[in-house]
């Protein structure tokens, strides 16, 4: 693989206080049981996915007979190992109990690392106010979720306006052949009060509006989609993850398009219900074995990720089924071309990188180095909130700073450009749907043989 130059910014905690993992376990003592570091928080992180993260974290770092039992019942378990090098054995403990259990954990400093499924929300952030929670040393994207809307497999409904979805939660629809579908009652199901997934829904879907009285409530995500695969009628929301034997539903939000939760949409935080996931930390972790893992975790880690069910931060490239139907300038910039799984977004109305974009230069780095004569295309967009020529110019000053970040690594794109406010991907009404439109698009195509490479 091609030397990649780590561009200056991205020089951050996770890279400088990251430590080589032959050193990693060399203060243990022989024959103690060391308890290295706890995660609070998020269901849908916990379950599955951090015990994952944190097995994997440990074989790799040479520890052997590692093993997750469960640790006091009620989605809590302890990950143990032995570490041979230093005879002593190890643990992490986990708890998920919802992503507002782990702010509310790390606040108290009873936890070092707060799982989210949400970002954190204002309250939570007041309640540590020597700390930026929001800053790139706190804030650690693990990797993107789609809250998949699923309906009983035998609904023949393909798709559903967001809007939609918000009455048959709130009980304004109550009946399946009000959309168009069959004569039958609508059963709701919904996750719980402490669930990042309720969390992220209410904020997505239900806005100020209240769920329907009555709706049975779930803790786990499999439980709730294992409900709704045997009830006729049934409608919930789970992770991506979770679908199971239920089916996941099209969404559209607005006038954009409306898609299923798959890789390419759920990647690029395209589909109107994928989110964030995230492990916070208080600021720049004093515990090497944190930060350790939070390295980990951003890369190798990524393997779990995607094992697991969800969908990775690793960069790769797909041919969309729907290139044909772009609007003409886009299509004829990227005729030939593969869309990568990334999309680049920014702070509020700005052109600077969000953190999650900081580290993603760095994968998409790695992505070029395998292929060095892919020829870059970078595409700016806006929302349509201001003029549209202001908006062009901002869509493509957004595409000439990720330009920047890449020639700092002696990586040049072939073109830089911007689209104003083509091809939105969600509503533009509210903070979210601007921040999702405004994004820059990754595409590559290789000069000879195109299919082969890819």
């Known amino acids: 693989m091609k030397k990649i130059l780590r561009p200056a910014f991205l020089t951050l905690l996770l890279v400088s206080g990251a430590v080589q ?158 959309l168009g579908g069959l004569d039958e009652p609508v059963s709701v199901f919904a996750r719980d009060e402490n669930s990042g997934t309720w969390d992220s829904f209410r904020h997505m879907v239900l806005g100020s509006a209240a769920l329907r009285e009555g709706t049975p409530r779930f803790e786990s995500n499999n439980d709730l989609s294992d409900r709704v695969s045997v009830t006729p009628g049934a409608v919930g929301f789970v992770g991506l993850a979770s679908v199971r034997n239920a089916r996941a539903i099209a969404v559209s939000a607005g006038q954009a398009a409306g898609l299923f939760p798959e890789k390419l949409t759920v990647a690029t935080e395209d589909y109107a219900l994928s989110r964030r996931l995230y492990l916070y930390t208080a600021g720049r972790p004093a515990n090497a074995y944190v930060r350790d893992f939070l390295e980990f975790a951003a890369h190798e880690g990524q393997e779990q990720v995607a094992e697991v069910g969800f969908v990775s931060q690793s960069v790769t490239a797909v041919k969309p089924a729907y290139q044909a139907q772009l609007p003409d300038q886009i299509r004829k910039t990227t005729e030939g071309a593969y869309r990568l799984t990334v999309n680049f977004r920014f702070e509020e109305g700005s052109a600077r990188l969000d953190n999650k974009a900081q580290r993603d230069v760095d994968r998409l780095l790695e992505f070029v180095s395998d292929y060095p004569e892919a020829a870059v295309i970078l595409g700016g967009f806006g929302d349509s909130r201001l003029p549209e020529t202001m908006t062009q110019l901002l869509s493509k000053h957004r595409a000439m700073a990720v330009s920047r970040a890449l020639r700092q690594a002696a990586v040049y794109p072939k073109l830089v450009t911007g689209y104003g406010s083509e091809l939105p991907v969600a509503d533009v009404e509210g903070n979210d749907g601007r921040q999702k439109n405004s994004r820059v698009e990754v595409w590559v195509r290789q000069p000879h043989d195109v299919a082969n490479l890819f």
């Not at 309906?151 to 304004?172: M, S, Y």
């Open 21 to 178: 993992a032959q050193e990693l376990f060399s203060e243990l003592s022989a024959g103690y049981y060391e308890k290295l570091f706890r995660i609070d928080g998020s269901n849908t992180i916990g379950a599955e996915l951090a015990p994952a993260l944190v097995k994997s974290w440990m074989v790799s770092r040479g520890a052997e007979q590692v093993q997750s039992v469960s640790n006091g019942g009620g989605n809590e378990v302890r990950i143990s190992g032995y570490v041979p090098v230093v005879s002593a054995h190890i643990y992490v403990d986990i708890a998920a109990h919802g992503s507002g259990t782990g702010f509310k954990a790390l606040a108290q400093g009873a936890t070092d690392i707060a799982a989210a499924s949400r970002p954190v929300k204002d309250k939570e952030q007041a309640a540590m106010p020597a700390v930026n929670l929001s800053s790139a040393e706190s804030e650690h994207v693990v990797g993107i979720d789609g809250l998949a809307i699923i309906v009983h497999p035998e609904n023949p409904l393909q798709q559903l306006q967001v809007t939609q979805i918000r009455d048959l939660f709130t009980g304004r629809i109550s009946n399946w052949k009000e």
